[in-house]
């Protein structure tokens, strides 16, 4: 390996490199090829740096694991994640963007980090640290549940490792039995300085097909001996912990290998190689240092953890102005949405025989009900909790779909981008979640799913005030921190049947969708058993009076039927938050001395927030009422005395109201 002191101004010679234009040519080189290209990376990626900056050390420190890596597997067909992405340069060069690295964090150019829209080899889109095992996992999932054989493989450094979702992840995926390969890129932590012969030795040795077979025909005969079993894998966890950190991850339900040296290209190309083939969870332990083969890099790896432009190489070819990135479509928020249909198609009368059961039911258990469903419409369907399954109602799922049904224990960010990944390879993930948990996966709700526009659905419980459970279960908050997220879709249910036709319609919305309901029983609605949807973005008119307009969202609309009647108003059931019907508010607006604006969540932010910056958008001047939760963290109660303290019942709506009016006719 040649070994650098200095950031090249020319464009280095990279003949091998220069023919290279998928990662198919890599599976066929031999190893003196692969050293050659390894060189010859390493070289053009201290070049396109220079004239580009960004992030170095941690690029220089994979190159041999990333030319092993597209070696041993076929990508894209296998699917390679990468953390944080700090380390996905050598990848981009080797998976057609090679000229266009130049380009890289311009306007217009490259992405910094790996990007789906941007290559088929990137196959999630990453920012922040830590969500690969959880992505990956997620696609893995998805190559079982369809019986493919692809191998889904995870890269994470030993700072990313650190993370609570990593260690949700490690968790889950140790028990589903599902082909993940994680590598472990440790160039700093320090988990295990046990790496030379020994510890090369033992990972060709482990990952060998004779040993594999050997170690499996083993299980076989030692199943019949009583105790045998376990003094086996007893004996095989001290040989391993013995020269290398094995334990941890085997407890975790992984097979540990390592660690190798990261550099040995040999060594990685022929322990990967076997890896590929390994059934079940799969853990690589690497050591790599940071700044590989730059002099300036190795000593100091924190200061080259990214680099600022450097001088422009003469002749330096300018970057494509059109690259082969394909960009996002303008595209209306109802683009595959249901034809809107009229309030009597979408609550039709039932009949007897078409309700789901006579009595009233909990909204959680009309989710249920529904998720059933729909998993028997749509084998596409995944169903996610992080440890709700009783509270979302997830127990018949859970027993008719098992393999479709996810409990990932109390990991909320885990859970979410796990659904993510699930998007990636064309699932539909439903993710049950109570508003006040959701808020603990809000990072991944942001990065690894609202930003690569995936198509998931939250179905959140416990909105709005719960009860006695009091301020850390209250879901007051989510519209607000939903409603600013781009691209997303949030809808309230008025009632039961509004709630299942939401749900329908936030799933079959191809981007992320939230449906958000109250805990409890709703007014007691006839539930009807067909999958219509409703269509986003469409008020219903409840009540047409004068003066006044009453603009309701979800659990709201109850108490407003009572007050409207009293007043003479216009009550409009309002549906949908994000995005608004536009027509309605300007039409409330327009034809009212008042438009009242009536949520259970916070006002700050909230939905009444949406319709007073729609009409200021508009230049509309008009008198607007927003009632809500106040700007305070509320206590526990039962929801009808909490309600009532809030101002938020039918009566405290009214004197509001009626005060608003006075004040106004005063001045």
Known sequence: MKMFDAIPVERPTTPLLDTLETPAAIRRMNHAQLTQLADELRAYLLYSVGVSGGHFGAGL??????????????????RLVWDVGHQAYPHKILTGRRENMPSIRQYGGLAAFPRRLESEYDTFGVGHSSTSISAALGMALAAKSRGEKRRVCAVIGDGALTAGIAFEALAHAGHVDANLLVVLNDNEMSISENVGGMASYLARILTSRPYIQMRQGGKRVLSHLPGALELARRTEEHVKGMVSPANLFEELGFNYIGPIDGHDLSALVHTLGNMRDLDGPQFLHVRTRKGRGFQPAEVDPIGYHAITKLEKAPNTPKPSSKLAIEQPKP?????????????????????????LRPKPRKYCNVFGDWLCDMAAADERLMGITPAMREGSDLIR??????????????????????AAGMACENLKPVVAIYS?????????????????????????????????????HHGALDLTYLRCVPGMVVLAPADEAECRAM???????PGPAAVRYPRGTGPGSDIPLHLEALPIGKAQLKREGRRIALLAFGSMNTPAEEVAERLDATHLNMRSIKP????????????????VTLEENVIAGGAGSAVNELLMGEGVLAQVLNLGLPD???????????LAECGLDAKGIEVAIRQRLEAQQAS
């Open 632 to 642: 305070s963290f509320i206590e526990h109660g039962t929801p009808e005395e909490l």
């Open 397 to 418: 799922f859970s027993q008719e779909y098992p393999q479709r049904y996810f409990d990932v224990a109390i990991a909320e960010q885990h859970a979410v981008t796990l």
């Open 331 to 355: 595209r209306s928020e109802n683009l595959l949405c249901p034809k809107p249909r009229n309030d009597e198609l979408l609550r039709p009368k039932p009949r007897n025989d078409e309700l």
């Open 436 to 472: 006040t948990f959701l808020q603990r996966g809000y990072d991944q709700l942001i990065h690894d799913v609202a930003v690569q526009h995936l198509d998931v659905t939250f179905a959140i419980d416990r909105a709005g005030l719960v009860g006695e459970d009091g301020p850390t």
């Open 503 to 509: 749900l329908s319609a936030a799933y079959h919305h």
């Open 580 to 595: 608004l019907d536009r027509d309605a508010v300007l039409a409330a607006a327009r034809d009212h001395e008042l438009v």
């Open 61 to 78: 420190g994979v190159v041999e694991l990333t030319v092993a890596l597209h070696h041993a597997l076929h990508t894209p067909e296998d």
